[in-house]
């Protein structure tokens, strides 16, 4: 790990008001907000969306198990406490490349007994070795229905990464029922803010990819989108009636069905 070169988990932590970060991390965190003044409230929302689609996929659509790619470091109430809040027998696995976040999942995402939480450490850029790993096969069925969660983390890959190509291969590894859940910032609502903090991330050396509505879109083709689509992340949803201005945070939200 090199703590001289900011990562997304522990600049996302510092927005939260968390204390495992270091200097470049807080530095890019800063100039980040600099660029976007509500981001700290935009890493809330993410938050928030990870809760309400969690609340719906085990409430409303029966699903017990879950991938959640690109944890970040443990912010409670975590994605299995608020599923195992309605069905204890859920069963999660947090994927993270951030070493930082290897060594507080284990302390800190703790199951209940009827389910299970698991971690793994490894890398969006290689979904085989994520499939194939034995905490995954150990903990989950991938003959039943799964939710795939990818919260805030597409933005890391450059379209040379293949980000399509990488979710796909995890999208077909799973059976039909399964569901796939995304947020991704946008320069849709806000192109100059947006602009800018592409410009700090990238003189931090951290990448940082809006995309557009469509493009967030193509993320789910072949599968069924809920309603209500791809949405606002303040609208996707909202549990306490209609944001005022749901363009404030600049993320589009979505989650789609296997059929």
Excluded at 211 to 235: H, K, N, Q, S
Aim: aromatic share 6%; no cysteine; hydrophobic share 45%.
């Amino acid at each position: 790990m090199d703590a001289s070169v900011p990562h997304s988990a522990r600049v996302y932590d510092w927005w939260l008001g968390g204390k495992d970060n270091f200097a470049a991390d807080r530095a890019m965190g800063a100039a980040l907000i600099e660029a976007i003044p509500t981001l700290r409230t935009m890493a809330k929302e993410n938050r928030a969306f990870v809760h309400r689609v969690a609340r719906y996929l085990v409430g409303e659509a029966g699903i017990r198990q879950f991938i959640d790619i690109g944890t970040g470091i443990p912010t409670r109430p975590n994605l299995h406490e608020v599923a195992q809040a309605i069905a204890p027998e859920t069963r999660v696995v947090y994927v993270d490349n951030d070493p930082i976040v290897l060594a507080h999942a284990r302390a800190l995402m703790i199951s209940t007994e009827q389910g299970r939480s698991e971690y793994i450490h490894a890398d969006l850029r290689e979904p085989e070795k994520i499939l194939a790993d034995e905490r995954l096969t150990g903990t989950l069925d991938l003959d039943r229905p799964v939710a795939l969660t990818l919260i805030a983390v597409l933005m890391l890959l450059r379209d040379s990464d293949d980000p399509a190509g990488l979710l796909r291969t995890l999208m077909e590894a799973l059976p039909s029922g399964s569901y796939l859940a995304i947020t991704h910032p946008t320069q849709d609502f806000n192109p100059a803010e947006m602009s800018a903090a592409v410009a700090a991330a990238t003189q931090g050396h951290m990448t940082l990819v809006p995309r557009t509505r469509a493009e967030v879109e193509r993320f789910f083709d072949g599968w069924e989108l809920v309603e209500p689509g791809i949405a606002p992340v303040m609208a996707w949803r909202p549990e306490d009636g209609e944001p005022d201005d749901p363009h404030a945070a600049y993320y589009w939200a979505g989650l789609a069905r296997k059929p």
